[in-house]
């Protein structure tokens, strides 16, 4: 992380880095586990498990021959994977802590429970898919937050990669108001950004093909999405976030976690949320 990397970040609200985890160290072993989960509902939804039975890369079509016979069994999957042990060793990778101190100065690092997890975003569903959002609405423990963003499968342009919208972040917190969700969507899906609809042409995007083991860093602040997944195969990614204990607006709200476990974001936002 050079002087040149943190310009960029600050000028961006993102930066992309190359390489950063070790695959065989860091990423495999996540893998392998997802793998070992599948296999586990394949036996207690008594699936029949087609193909090798190898890990590691595997858990990709695995995971897409399971959804294919039983949907609710994929979300067995989803629910079980963020209790990984070789994933909750990743939350507090070293390189990442590094990087945060890199970026913000003297930073009291803090880490939320409820706001590690691992998305599926699967072929052609966009029930789930995420509009774009800055992570501070949600995750309201710190202005001062950034969202670590891996995938575990390398991306091309039909998995639908990550939008960025670059330098959204200089705005501070957007205007959003409230939604009607569909039925099933969690409680974030309820509320949106104002406008939502013309943000595409507010800012300059970018969709990053990424591969195993690269690193998306953003601010809280930058604004981003889902993409469409067209492809015949599920997007599997990672996303960590670490917030700043001494930033003032934190402090002031009391760190609060993410609304999934509760948070009332329209009484603490409620000068940026509308009807």
């Not at 913000?104 to 975003?121: A, E, M, T, V, Y």
Request: hydrophobic share 35%; proline share 4%; with cysteine.
């Amino acid at each position: 992380m050079n002087k040149n990397n943190i310009n960029y970040f600050n000028q961006n609200g993102y930066i992309i880095l190359k390489d950063f985890f070790n695959h065989d160290k860091d990423i495999l072993p996540i893998q392998k586990d997802i793998n070992s989960i599948i296999k586990i509902i394949y036996k207690k939804y008594k699936i029949e498990l087609d193909g090798k039975k190898n890990l590691g890369m595997n858990f990709a079509s695995n995971y897409i021959k399971l959804i294919e016979k039983n949907r609710d069994a994929g979300s067995a999957v989803y629910d079980a994977v963020k209790n990984l042990y070789s994933f909750q060793k990743l939350i507090t990778h070293s390189k990442l802590q590094r990087v945060f101190e890199k970026l913000r100065s003297k930073p009291l690092i803090g880490i939320s429970p409820s706001s590690q997890g691992i998305r599926i975003d699967n072929p052609n569903e966009t029930k789930f898919r995420s509009r774009a959002h800055q992570e501070f609405l949600y995750q309201p423990q710190s202005e001062d937050g950034l969202v670590f963003w891996t995938p575990l499968l390398d991306l091309n342009k039909s998995m639908g990669p990550l939008k960025i919208y670059k330098k959204s972040h200089i705005h501070g917190l957007l205007r959003y108001k409230k939604h009607k969700k569909e039925d099933g969507q969690p409680l974030g899906y309820s509320i949106i950004i104002d406008e939502d609809e013309s943000i595409d042409q507010r800012f300059e995007t970018i969709e990053p093909t990424i591969d195993v083991g690269d690193l998306i860093v953003m601010d809280f602040l930058t604004v981003h999405a889902s993409g469409y997944n067209c492809s015949k195969i599920s997007r599997w990614s990672i996303q960590l976030r670490y917030f700043n204990f001494k930033e003032k607006k934190g402090v002031d709200l009391g760190w609060k976690p993410n609304m999934t476990v509760g948070t009332n974001v329209e009484e603490i936002f409620k000068d940026k949320i509308s009807s």
